[in-house]
Each structure stands twice: as structure tokens, then as C-alpha cells.
């Protein structure tokens, strides 16, 4: 199986602040990786396809980067509706494994 | 509008059964992916089972291999998940999503907590 590992776990910004989150994988996924956005009692919600294809009506401060094993996720600047649990997933091979999370705090 | 409307969790003691549905409308059911991913309490999401459209190919995470079975009803537009030889381990929310592209989860519904516990 492909375990997948984000860092940070926890990562405390502010408004305005510009993020990465970092996304490995135990080996190559090609650009098949996805990142979610998952807030308190709600289901996730896509953002970004094949690595770095933003998912319609997604805001452009939202990028993703990255092929093989390493990815990254950067809003460019924070906004309050941004603070939210970051997920990537792999979908090169079942099964199609989550990495762990990122809670981005506001500092 | 895609919607999906999970129904069937609750309190279930170890070792018991529980079948979960997901009600799939505003979208040709029967053409796309579906998924079942849950989540723990205060714990990340995993990914449990996909079936194909017609239903004739099915995926599992090892850890409910042989436990759970999904299936689709495309004449109901339901997506079902049966759960035997339940574990204090899969107390979680369980999420149904659609599945794009057989690749990545687009739609999800707000999903339905099962509770194992004596």
C-alpha cells in the first residue's frame, strides 16, 4: 500500500500569511494526488486534482505543485474561511490512501 | 444539484451488523464511481471501499476486507455498505462520495455515525 505523509501536522498563520503544506508519498504517484479542505462537522471538500488542477469555483489563492513523491499545497493568502484541516490523497493505485491532515491554526 | 443522503448508523454492539445507504439525485447515477470514506473521532479520513458503475468491480481497505461489503442499487440510485463483524475500531462518521473519473471524490454527503460499543 502507498502511505502518504503530510507536514506539518498543525501549522498556526494569519491573515494575509502565504502556507505550504507538504505531501510524500512511499513512492512514485505520477500527479495522481487530490487535496481536500475539511472544516469541523462537514464533509471534505475538493480543491485540487492531478496535483495542481484547481477544481471549479476553487479561489485562485489555492496552488498545487508537485510530482513522484512530493507535493505541496500553498494559498498564496490567507483568508479567515481558510483555517480548515488540509487532506492530500493518492489515486494512482487502490487503495486510495489519505495522508494524516493538517489543522491550520490562526496564530 | 448533486445530492447524497447517507441513512443507517447508529449503536451497534462488537460483533454486530449494520447496512449504511447513501441516496444519490441530480446526477446519472449508474455511470459514476462511488465511495464510502470515514473518519474516527478526531481522527483523519480513511478510505474504506469503491465500486465501479455497474457494480461489477469492488475495493477494499485491509481493514475491513472481509467485513464489509458495498453495493449499488442503480434502479433505486443507492449506494449501500454492509457492515458485519463490527470492531470498536469502526466507530467513525461514514461519508458516501462520487467518485469522478473513477479518480477523485467530487461530491460527498454529510454523512452517518456508527457507534460500536457494548
Known amino acids: 500500500d502507498i502511505q502518504m505523509t503530510q507536514s506539518p501536522s498543525t501549522l498556526s498563520a494569519s491573515v494575509g500569511d502565504r502556507v505550504t503544506i507538504t505531501c510524500r508519498a512511499s513512492?512514485?504517484?505520477?500527479?495522481?494526488l487530490a487535496w481536500y479542505q475539511q472544516k469541523p462537522g462537514k464533509a471534505p471538500k475538493l480543491l485540487i486534482y492531478?496535483?495542481?488542477t484547481l477544481e471549479s469555483g476553487v479561489p485562485s489563492r489555492f496552488s498545487g505543485s508537485g510530482s513522484g513523491t512530493e507535493f505541496t499545497l500553498t494559498i498564496s493568502s490567507l483568508q479567515p474561511d481558510d483555517f480548515a484541516t488540509y487532506y492530500c490523497?493518492?489515486?494512482?493505485?487502490?487503495?486510495?490512501?489519505f495522508g494524516q491532515g493538517t489543522k491550520l491554526e490562526i496564530k | 444539484e448533486v445530492q447524497l443522503l447517507e441513512s443507517g448508523g447508529g449503536l451497534v454492539q462488537p460483533g454486530g451488523s449494520l447496512r449504511l445507504s447513501c441516496a444519490a439525485s441530480?446526477?446519472?447515477?449508474?455511470?459514476?464511481?462511488m465511495s464510502w470514506v470515514r473518519q474516527g473521532p478526531g481522527k483523519g479520513l480513511e478510505w474504506v471501499s469503491q465500486?465501479?458503475?455497474?457494480?461489477?468491480?469492488?475495493y477494499y481497505a485491509d481493514s475491513v476486507k472481509g467485513r464489509f461489503t458495498i453495493s449499488r442499487d442503480n434502479s433505486k440510485n443507492t449506494l449501500y455498505l454492509q457492515m458485519n463483524s463490527l470492531r470498536a475500531e469502526d466507530t467513525a462518521v461514514y461519508y458516501c462520495?462520487?467518485?469522478?473519473?473513477?479518480?477523485?471524490?467530487?461530491?460527498w454527503g454529510q454523512g452517518t455515525l456508527v457507534t460500536v460499543s457494548s
Open positions: 462520495a462520487k467518485v469522478r473519473n473513477t479518480e477523485v471524490s467530487d461530491y
Open positions: 441530480g446526477f446519472t447515477f449508474s455511470n459514476d464511481v
Open positions: 465500486i465501479s458503475g455497474s457494480g461489477g468491480s469492488t
Open positions: 513512492q512514485s504517484i505520477s500527479s495522481w
Open positions: 492531478e496535483a495542481s
Open positions: 490523497q493518492q489515486y494512482n493505485s487502490y487503495l486510495y490512501t
